[in-house]
Structures are given as structure tokens and as C-alpha cells.
């Protein structure tokens, strides 16, 4: 069973930079698709960014700009380089990640998540 850990929040001051991690314990090269989301408090999970093994990337409107997502599939990881960052980026973000499993089905994972604060 494949595992994927978040790894690089902490708090940050508005228009600073912060670069996500999350490792798989596998090859992330089965994945065909990989993606952050976020949560912040009273807020439900929404989608971030998005990118396909074919390296097809979907930001979500409010980050366009100062996000990049990227995967390493040598490195069995993905990033979020997020930059220009404000307070409203605050927020618990995950890693997820789709493959097509042995069967036919489709298996999502989820990692635990890592804290992003953006305050002064």
C-alpha cells in the first residue's frame, strides 16, 4: 500500500514563499493524476492544483500566478512552489494522488497534511 507524506508548511509573513513536498513511499509514476488541496477552519476542502503524468496542470483561480505544481517521478515526489503568499492562503493543505489499481479500480490516497499559516 502506497503512503504520501506532506512535508515544508509552517507560517510564513504575507508575500513570503513556501515549498511543499509530498513523498510517496512508492513509485508515484502509476499515478495518473496528483494534487493539493486545502482546508482551512469553516471551510470545506477545495482543490488547489492538479497535475497529470503527462505533466497537464490545473490551478485553481485564486493562486493562479503564484503557485507551480511539479512532480519528480525520479524522486517519487510532488511540489508546491507557492510564492506572493497571503493571509487567505492559510490553510491545512493535502497531498492526493489517483492510480488505476490492479482490478480495475480507482485508488485514492490521501496524505495527513501539513499546516500553512501566512500572518505578520
Known amino acids: 500500500q502506497v503512503q504520501v507524506v506532506e512535508s515544508g508548511g509552517g507560517l510564513v509573513q504575507p508575500g513570503g514563499s513556501l515549498r511543499l513536498s509530498c513523498a510517496a513511499s512508492g513509485s508515484i509514476s502509476s499515478f495518473y493524476i496528483m494534487g493539493w488541496y486545502r482546508q482551512a477552519p469553516g471551510k470545506q476542502r477545495e482543490l488547489v492544483a492538479s497535475i497529470s503524468t503527462g505533466g497537464n496542470m490545473h490551478y485553481e483561480d485564486a493562486v493562479k500566478g503564484r503557485f507551480i505544481i511539479s512532480r519528480d517521478n525520479a524522486k517519487n515526489t510532488m511540489y508546491l512552489q507557492m510564492s506572493s503568499l497571503k493571509s487567505e492562503d492559510t490553510a491545512v493543505y493535502y497531498c492526493?494522488?489517483?492510480?488505476?489499481?490492479?482490478?480495475?479500480?480507482?485508488?485514492?490516497?490521501w496524505g495527513q497534511g501539513t499546516q500553512v499559516t501566512v500572518s505578520s
Open positions: 492526493n494522488a489517483h492510480r488505476l489499481e490492479t482490478g480495475g479500480n480507482i485508488g485514492e490516497y
